[in-house]
């Protein structure tokens, strides 16, 4: 009965591991894509344009 005891937590782990992916992706989209789309591309304009000079030269 050792083998059991030894297989049991790694087939119950990778049993979890391909439920959580499964979450992942069906989570992934849906209705509030487009607005969290949006809410990131505001964030990295909202960083590139905070990184540089009035001039449009990189600060240094």
Partial sequence: ?????????????AVF????????VKTQGGANKAKEDAIVDAALARAENGSRTPGGEAKG
């Fill in 1 to 13: 009965m050792d083998y059991v005891s030894a297989l049991l937590p790694p087939a119950v782990m």
């Fill in 17 to 24: 591991f391909v439920g959580l992916i499964r979450v992942i």
